[in-house]
């Protein structure tokens, strides 16, 4: 098939229903081309709700055009953009909107941003679509996004009381040995706090295992907490680390193989609810490689084109096909208020597949990564589950390392919804 043709029924010995995995001819709309794939999984497109696209402002960084064609790679088809730089008004969310226009060759949604003194222009900006809103309990890295305080958060919460929206407090860290995990067991707990007594809150880029306790507690109290961590966590362990090496730097920082297996656990029993990227790229000469230090270095790691870096642990674990849709299309989904049209094969739902072989192994090479910049932990690592082609509602947009010619991404506003809690 043509790269951005209509496909109407993909075929496939191994597709995944619900919680089944089954052969099945998945339909698209009437029409006489099947798109037949032999024993590739077919899936639910990758909703990854956390990606760092950087437009406008930084596009040396990234952008929408190299961001959405990675995600297309990596069977992404919906991606939700951080709002840095900065999207904490009304008139900021229209720029970005207007930047993202025919850039997007997957769909896009976009969180909002919560700083000091920016209460009244949260409600507009629900009203115009977005799908909620993240704020940093520390210094979040950049000037132009401050953090908040205590009477900050509670300002922003009234606010967004009865809304249906979200709020995704960040506490951001540097680099291990400054940044213990009771900091961001601190953070969590003031978050749950806040959970209890107003809004529902998503915890992002969960590192340490240590608060798990302390998340559940407040779950059963009553707080509608959900809570994200990331495929870097999951797949890198600090005591691997070389001295210098300034691309393995994120924030929070990559913590210990015991913690590490404690979050694997803690995904299987559903104390985690999702995994995503957090895809955070910056130009090369951020990370300060030539002098590596850590101190100094930007604090972000490239990811979104990679859904093998979770297969390639999970499956290790006895992680299921199953739990792949449940972790990175059904639950990331769900959080954006996304589920009445992401993430599941059912009819209504917008035609996102992505066809992909789960027992190939592939090694990730400069060439083939399609971010803007390359430079990325990752590089030369052997993975399993290679992505064949991905569907954007009906439309082939990516298929053996070639992208169709224009980009076919919508964006996503999110429709307000009335806080039932």
């Not at 597709?15 to 001819?25: H, I, Q, S, T």
């Not at 992680?319 to 208020?337: G, H």
Request: hydrophobic share 40%.
């Amino acid at each position: 098939m043509e790269l951005g043709s209509t496909v109407s029924a993909v075929r496939s010995t191994r597709v995944l229903d619900g919680d089944k995995v089954r052969p099945a001819v998945v339909v698209i709309k009437d029409g006489k081309i099947v798109l037949d794939v032999g024993d590739s999984v077919v899936m639910p497109g990758i909703v990854d709700c956390h990606v760092h696209v950087n437009e406008p402002g930084r596009t040396s960084w990234e952008g929408f055009w190299s961001a959405t064609r990675a995600a297309a790679a990596g069977g992404v088809t919906t991606i939700v953009d951080m709002p840095i730089p900065p999207t904490t008004t009304l008139g900021n969310f229209h720029e970005k909107l207007r930047q993202a226009t025919g850039k997007c060759f997957v769909d896009v949604a976009f969180w909002g941003g919560v700083v000091p003194g920016n209460q009244l222009h949260l409600r507009p900006m629900i009203q115009a679509g977005v799908a909620g809103f993240k704020c940093f309990l520390i210094h979040s890295g950049v000037d132009e996004f401050p953090h908040v305080n205590d009477s900050d958060l509670h300002t922003a919460m009234k606010q967004l009381q009865g809304t249906g929206s979200v709020l995704l407090p960040c506490q951001y860290s540097t680099f291990l040995r400054s940044r213990p995990d009771v900091m961001e067991t601190e953070a969590i707990r003031v978050v749950t706090e806040l959970c209890l007594q107003y809004v529902r809150c998503h915890i992002v880029h969960l590192s340490s295992a240590k608060p798990l306790k302390l998340i559940e507690e407040a779950r059963q109290a009553g707080a509608p907490l959900t809570v994200e961590t990331t495929h870097h966590y999951l797949s890198l362990c600090a005591e691997d680390i070389p001295a210098g090496a300034t691309q393995f730097k994120c924030c929070p920082p990559i913590r210990g193989s015991v913690n590490q297996e404690q979050l694997w656990s803690a995904l299987k029993a559903g104390q985690i609810d999702m995994v995503v990227s957090d895809h955070s790229p910056c130009t090369t000469d951020l990370k300060k490689l030539d002098s590596g230090d850590f101190t100094q270095a930007w604090g972000g790691i490239s990811s979104l084109q990679f859904l093998s870096l979770f297969w390639s642990s999970a499956s290790k674990r006895g992680f299921q096909l199953p739990d792949v849709v449940r972790l990175l299309s059904q639950k990331t989904a769900q959080l954006c208020c996304l589920d009445s049209r992401k993430g599941c094969l059912a009819p209504s739902y917008d035609a996102d597949l992505v066809v992909w072989d789960p027992e190939r192994e592939f090694e990730i090479q400069e060439e083939n990564i399609h971010h803007k910049n390359k430079l990325t932990p990752y590089l030369g690592l052997k993975l399993q589950g290679a992505v064949r082609a991905t569907i954007l509602r009906g439309r082939l947009v990516y298929e053996d390392g070639s992208f169709c010619a224009e980009p076919l991404g919508k964006h996503l506003l999110i429709p307000q919804k009335t806080n039932q809690a």
